[in-house]
Structure formats: structure tokens, C-alpha cells
């Protein structure tokens, strides 16, 4: 029940192909997110599921069903819109209402679902008023109410937190968390923000211009990125890049000049193979003069309290980022030493592909 | 993802046609809740533009089957004094009412371009007269402009001035209907101050940092960025004055009193189809207009090019 | 509070000077209403007194009277008329309109724009071009002098409030009708139910333009109707002083009367109207 797969799916918008050829597996009850920076075609994929865009290519199966013939409304999924798309002259009990009437229950049955889903999101006291005379959060719960109270086996979810502010962002974050815990259904959430989909997915997906870059838990996207692209589009702030050549000895040989063990060994290939090295920017730290392996110049330093993310300009012109401790004593334009840690660093070959 | 993607994709054609359900299912409503207007611009419009064709090149009486004359229905037009009077007074009364017509709409969407405890006032009368019915209005003119009692004179008079006799003076009779036509511009107004209003605050204030003359921003950023408002009221404007007919009627009678110079194409093709029931002259007369208003529609949207600003694309 | 008192004088002579000018050419604009209103109120003699009589004096109120009992202006008649046509075309033309607009504006389909571009040539097309022919066939089928070919028409729709409404269906949300499409509505119950209540101002803008014109129609009421007990108020005005040319202050009550309507009309909705007047021009 309620598992959507994927298999070579393809959308042509014209002669242009968005949507190149995606496998893909979400189990029942997982959610799964997509993410990815705009334009990558993650909407439209959802769109696809839900039926509200043809499927070009390729086929989409939920519950092992073939549905690219099937209307929306029968396949099983609901979705949260963007904008929650809540029909503004409708009250919130008609909204959450609309679909199963559609559906042909009876009334009292409705009545019954009505409530039993507010009470769930507690919402009652919404029930009586229009969209309009509610606060962006309101109508973010009964748009998500409109979908639960379908009861479908697949729930969709297109950017929903992307128009609320940062506190209601968390706070509705967590509530589809529990929700997801409490419905164990499937879910597919959208969003071109990584930190909602690190605090919220079972897996990951990045999608980047109609593919699948890379699918994995949270973790593993973080601490092990496929590519180049995963690797840079993870993480805030994002991944350090640096390139490196391999030295004789199948060590890491700095822009510097300085020289590095892997921490996994050699590095395979011939002496002088270009690789770009990626190092989170907690693995870099402020060290005493000569003991680091790059130099810089403070370029701007993010006081957040806690930490202080510092932006360093090295002498061979590349920008590094790193997070240190609140209390750091760099300032704006001070050469700095800088450590580097590799264990858990990422080495990519000039296609974008993970080496080592 | 613009909405003009159709959903017949192009570049779907080579997979296998199938299963296109969410598209179909939209392309039939579309087709089907357009059918009735469909139906309609082949009945109404697409069907009798072909047919006026048809009857142009025929001896046709409405009663009695239509007779095929070839281009005669043209050589009679052509050698029809009349129409050659109406043509003149039409083209010289759309030169003169649309260009003035313009231009005071566009001093006045300039003045009530400002917030004042007034300006609803002020918008309510100049849009008033849009809503006289043409035949009130024209026989309210008619006695405004009475030579001997008429207020206009009058005040014209009691200024030391000699005002024509707008009626039965021949030179003044077609001022007549140019004052009667610039009365309704409020539709014109209103549309400019709309251009006018979209106008963004921000432009509108680094023009005023950047230059503190009044008149270097109305030539250099207002007037190009209201030219698709201008534009707009050019094409409406002539396409209407070509056919101005009520007024004319009202004023002149079908003949055009005083003296043929208030005859109006319109009036003239009227006088052809229903008093003397010549329909294939009256059609001839009709596919001339056609395509004068086409080609003169054609050649405005052709220079508009060069000089109708549009920002980014707008939808 | 304080603000008023400390405008410079300068802006004070402007704003003066500013509201004397715009007041002027309000009274230029006004001039034709309120003497056509004065001289519903005098008799002929009265309306051509020299020196001019700027009042009635005295009131009369017999051409109202007159209106309503002359047989060669059936003034109750032609204004019920009038009604039943602006009543009938406005309906008319909000549900046709509101199909095609619906379709064009929020539906994507094969031939879409094309269909469209031909409905804005229609709009710049000269209306008698296509005249012609239409009135030979509504005679050839007999419904010359009934309102059959006033009407009938704009139940397939109008160019111009196609256009119009367009430009309101363009703004509803497409997510709206996806959520309806996921929540089981059938296209036509989406239209219904969905999209048709997000436009109901503009239906009602496009009615109350339905009216106006309506109202004010000429041309086809002239070449159809036969009967001055059919004619609407616009035409019975014109065969009236057409035909007594000399009796001004009947004419100008009947003027002032078929114009009231609309004027109370415009001046009761006047937002609706702006609002509807800036979506015709967009491009």
C-alpha cells in the first residue's frame, strides 16, 4: 500500500525534455523528499504523481497500480499547493468538505471526517471562516487538513512552507513530522530548502535539471555526497572546494604547495591527476602561525552568536568558509592560519564524480 | 512553466501516444466550453465577412435571387459622387476629432493624475458623458449650438466673438459633430491615467531627482511609458470614428444637411442597404471600409514598433 | 492637524489655481447634462429666451406628463423596451462570455491562441462588414422586426466582453482548479463551483457594461424594428424628433429620462466601472 514508484518517467514541455528518464522508489510510508534549486523540474515530477501533468514517458505506479490513465482524484494521493490554494469562498469546513462530497459520502459521514480531521490539526475553531480571515499559518493547517481528511495513501507536498516566516516554518515542520508519525503514510515534500528537507526526510532526492542527482538518507547526503553538484548544493554554509593534485606518493598536494596524507590511503590514479577536494567548514579551524596549511584574509566574519562563520580569501584567491566558535577571536581583514581535517572530506574528479 | 505551453507536447509525438490524461481531459473542456463562442464568430462574423464579399460582386435587392455583376457594384461606388463626399468628411473628421481627442484626454489624465479631495468628482464628470446615449447627446448638441438661443453662442457672443452658424453653415456643420465627438472622452482619460498610474513610484521619482523640470519628464518618461495606452486609443479611436454613424445621422438626417457636409461613409451605406435596399452596392461600399480600416490597423501596429514601449513581457 | 497649517502659500495659490482649472472644464463637460436637464423643465418658448434662463422659472413638469400620455412617443412602452433588451443581453452575454473567457484564460489546449487571436481581430473588425449577410438571414428566416437578432448573438458571446473577462480569468490561481481536479471536480463543476465564484465582480462589471451598451444601442434596433411600440428608448428618441423636430422640451425630457438610467446606474457602481474600464485596454 501507498509505495509510488517511478520507472524512466519523462516530461517534454514542447521539444524540451524537463524531466530525463527518473527510477525512483519511495516506500509506503516514507517521506521522501525532493529538493533541488528551481527550475530542476522537482514540481513538476509531484505534478506528475498527481496526475495533474502527463506523464510523457515512462510510467508511474502507486500500490503497484499503473496510474497514468487515472484521474487525480483517483489515485489516491492528495496535495498541499505553494499558495494552499484553499478555495477563498468557501469556509474551512467546506473546504476540507469539497473533496468528499465529490467522492459522493454521505453527509453525515463527511460531517464526521470534517471534525475528526480538525480536531486532529486543531482546527475546529477554524472551521466556520474563510481563508481570507485567517493568518498565513491558519490556512496552512487547513490546507494540510484538506488533504489528510481524504484519508489518501500518498501525500504530496509542493514548497507548503515556502510563504511562511521562519518561526511558523519550524513550528509547521515539525507538525508534518508528527503528522507523518501519527498517519504513517507516504509522503513526498518539495522544497528548494535544504534544511527542511535534512530535518525532515527519511530520504533525500536531489533532483537537478530532470535527474535524480543522488538519493540517500539525510546523512548520507550530507556526509557522503554522490557528486559535485550534492555535494555543493548540501549543507549550509556550503561545502569548501578546493583543488588539489595528486602527489607522488598518492598523498594530497595543496595550491600551497603543502602537502597531505588521505586519511583512506592513496589516492588512486597517476601522480598529477587534478581532483577537487571538498571539506565541510567545520573541518577547517583557525590554528597557530605555522601549523596550518593555508593562509588568508578575513573577508567577512558572520557573528551568530554560538558560532562565527568566517569568510576567508586564500592567497591563491579561493574563498573558504569556516565555522568556528562563538567566541573566535578573528577579525575583518587578519591573516589567519587555517587547519584542515580530513577525515570525512570528499574527493571529486573534474566530471563532478566522488573518487574517494 | 508558462501557461501558453500547450499540452500537446511536440516533443512527445515520437513516444507512444497514450494515457495523456490530465491534458486531454483539459483540451476537450477547453474546446468544448469555447464551442458555443466558436460557433458564434463562424456564424456571426467569420461566415458574413466572407459573404459581403460575395454579395459586393452581385445585383442584389434582398427580395429576388442575387445576380453576379463581377466589379460593377465597385465602378458604381467609384463613380458615386456621394460616396466620394462621405469619404472625404469621414477621413477629414477622424483626422481632426482623433488627434485632438488624444491630446485632451491626455492633459486630462495629466491634471487628475493627482490625489485630491476632488478627484472622484472629477472622474465621475468626465466619464459621464461616455454614458449619454449618442442620440441624447447629439439632440442635446443641436440645441446647445442653436445659432439664435443656444448657451454656446451666447457665451461666444457676450465674449466679443462671432461663432458660426454650427448647424446650417457647411464650413462648421462638420465642427459640429468633431465637438460632439471629443464631448465622451472620458473613456480615453480614464485609460491613460491607468498607464499613467502603473507608472512605478520609483521611476517616477529618480525622474524627478534627475531633472527638475516638469516638462523633461512628461517627454522622456511618461510619454514613452504610457505609449501602449496611446496606442491603444489611436487604434479604437480611428476604427471608430471611420464608422461614426449615430451622431451623423442625428445632426445631418440622411443626407447630410447642411449641404452634404455632415454625410458620413456609414450614413451613405445605410441610405444604400436599407432605403434603397441595394445590397450589393452597400457591400461593395462595406469591403471598401474593411479594408481601409485593415490596412490603416496594419500600418499603425507596424510603426508601433518603433515607437510603443513595452516593459519586459508584460503576460 | 499641524501638517495644513504650515503648507507654504505657495503651494496654497497652486492647489487654488489647480481646482478653478479643473472646476472650468468640469463645467465645460457638465454644460450639455444641465441643459438638457433645464430644458426638460421649460417650454419651447422658454428654452429659446434670449437672454438666457440659466433656471426654469417656472418649473414645468408638463412635458413629463406629456411623455407619458403622447401615442407618437410611447415612453413607458419603449422604456420597458429597453430594459428587457439590457436585461437580456447582459445575462446573455455573462454566461456565453464566462464560458469562452473560462477556456481561454484558464484552460490550455491545442489551438488556443489561435482561436483567441481571431476573437481580437473580431474586436477590431468593422461591425457592418459582417452586417450585411447576418441581416439577410435573420429576414430570410422572418424574425426581421422582432428582437430575435439583437439578442440572439450574444448568447455565443461578444468579442470584446470575452476579452474583457479574460483578463480577470487570468488572474485565478491554476493551483485552485489543480486542488478542485485532485478533490474529484469534474472539469465543468471546476468552471461551476471553483473558478466562476473568484470572478464574480467582473461578471457583474461585465453585465453593467452589457447594460450601457445595450442601452445606447442605435444601429440595430434602427435597421430591425419596425414597430414604435417596439423600438427601445434610443430609437423612439430619434423617430420622435426626427419627426417633431420643433417640440424641444419633449425631446429633451425624453433624452434626459432615456440618459438618467444609466447616469444613476454609473454613478451607484462607479468603482466597478474604473475597474472594468483599466482590464479592457491590458495590452
Known sequence: MGAVQLLGVQKFFGTMEVIKGIDLRVDDGELVVFVGPSGCGKSTLLRMIAGLEDVDGGEVLISGVEVSGLAPAKRGVAMVFQNYALYPHMSAYDNLAYGLRRSGMARADVDSRVRETAALLQITDLLPRRPKAMSGGQRQRVAIGRAIVRKPEVFLFDEPLSNLDAALRVEMRSQIARLHQELKATMIFVTHDQVEAMTLADRIVVLNSGRVEQVGTPREVYHNPANLFVASFIGSPAMNLLPITRGEDGSILLESGEQMIWPGGKIDGPPGRALTLGLRPDRLSLVGSDQGQISGTVHLAEHLGDETILHVQTAAGRALTLKCDGDAPARLGDLVQIGLDLTGACLFDPDGRRVQ | MGKSTPSGQAGAETLPRRRRRAGRNEARAGVLFALPWMIGLAIFTAIPLVLTFYIAQARFQITGAPKWVGLQNYSAIWADPAVWTSAQNTLMFAMISVPIKLVLALCLALLLNRVTMLSGFYRTVFYLPFLMPAVAGSIVFILLLNPVAGPVNMMLQAMGLSPPDWLLDPKAALWTLILLSLWPLGVETLVFLGGLQNIPKDISEAADLDSPRGWHKLVWITIPLITPMILFNLVTGIIYSFQVFTQALVIGGTTGKPAEATLMYMVVLYRAAFRYFNMGHAAAMATVLFVVVLLLTLLIFRTARSWVYYEGESR | ?283
Not at chain 3, 132 to 143: A, C, I, S
Not at chain 3, 151 to 178: H, N, S, Y
Request: net charge positive; proline share 6%.
Open chain 3, 1 to 283: 492637524m499641524k501638517k495644513t497649517s504650515r503648507i507654504a502659500p505657495a503651494r496654497v495659490a497652486q492647489t487654488l489655481v489647480y481646482h478653478a482649472v479643473m472646476l472650468a472644464i468640469s463645467a465645460v463637460f457638465l454644460l450639455p447634462f444641465y441643459w438638457m436637464a433645464i430644458s426638460a423643465f421649460k417650454n419651447n418658448a422658454e428654452i429659446f429666451a434670449n437672454p438666457v434662463l440659466w433656471f426654469p422659472d417656472p418649473i414645468r413638469l408638463e412635458n413629463l406628463t406629456a411623455l407619458l400620455t403622447r401615442d407618437d412617443f410611447p415612453f413607458l412602452r419603449q422604456f420597458a423596451n429597453s430594459v428587457f433588451y439590457a436585461l437580456s443581453v447582459a445575462c446573455a452575454v455573462c454566461f456565453s462570455c464566462s464560458l469562452a473567457a473560462y477556456s481561454f484564460g484558464c484552460l490550455r489546449w491545442r489551438g488556443r491562441n489561435l482561436v483567441f487571436g481571431l476573437t481580437v481581430c473580431a474586436l477590431l473588425l468593422p461591425g457592418i462588414v459582417t452586417f450585411l449577410p447576418v441581416y439577410l438571414g435573420w429576414t430570410k428566416l422572418g424574425l426581421n422586426g422582432t428582437y430575435w437578432p439583437l439578442i440572439a448573438p450574444f448568447f455565443f458571446g461578444d468579442a470584446f466582453f470575452i476579452f474583457m473577462l479574460r483578463q480577470f480569468f487570468l488572474g485565478v490561481p491554476r493551483e485552485l482548479m489543480d486542488a478542485a481536479r485532485l478533490d474529484g471536480a469534474s472539469e465543468f463543476r471546476i468552471w461551476w463551483q471553483i473558478v466562476l465564484p473568484q470572478v464574480r465582480t467582473p461578471l457583474i462589471i461585465v453585465g453593467l457594461f452589457a447594460i450601457v451598451y445595450t442601452w445606447n444601442e442605435f444601429f440595430g434596433p434602427l435597421i430591425y424594428l419596425q414597430d414604435r411600440d417596439e423600438f427601445p428608448l434610443s430609437l423612439g428618441l430619434f423617430t420622435f424628433q426626427a419627426a417633431r423636430a420643433r417640440e424641444w422640451s419633449i425631446s429633451m425630457t425624453g433624452a434626459l429620462l432615456t440618459a438618467l438610467p444609466m447616469v444613476v446606474l454609473f454613478l451607484v457602481t462607479q468603482r466597478l466601472f474604473r475597474q472594468g474600464l483599466a482590464s479592457s485596454t491590458l495590452k
